[in-house]
């Protein structure tokens, strides 16, 4: 199978796509033919680099983290999923294999993916949404008829922080520029406030 690796950190020049071996699922693991991968600010960080004293990877590597696709073959202790079932599949930081074009993840480590969500979106789900639901209910124990602002509401954690929020009953308030603002609004905002220029932190 082909597969885009590292064999070491640096730059996008060190990504290279390669002909691997096929992995073959053992024990609780799937095997995910991939329809489609996300990318993450991470990816770029792991591979220049700068988190190897936190992630450490093994070189040579196949990154990416979250993908979505159809189980092609399950390891003997599998008991939820089988072949022909659509994922969507996130598994660790030190683990990867989005970038290829079968990747193995644990039973875990996967879950269905919605019949109504393309696998281009179901692939770029799971880390946005665990960011999200972790900001407003592990850290912001938010709960229906709270007032949350959301900074940066158009971006990919933003637009599903506003979504999640309303689904609780929460009353929304988030910022954008331009274009953008009504895009928050339809996610479900109560109000969008324009931005103007940058934010200095």
Known sequence: MKAIQLHQYGGAEV??????????PQGDEVLIQLKA?????IDAKIRNGYMKEIIPIPLPFTPGWEGAGIITETGKNVTEFEPGDEVIARVPFNKGGAYGEYMLASESEVISKPRSLSF????????VASAAYTLLFKAGNLSAGQKVFILGAAGSVGLLTVQLAKGVGAIVVGTATGDDMEKVLEAGADRSVRLFGRIAL
């Open 15 to 24: 990504l290279l796509l390669e002909e691997v071996k096929k992995p073959t």
């Open 37 to 41: 991968a996300a990318l993450n600010p």
């Open 120 to 127: 281009v979106d179901a692939a770029s789900l799971l880390i």
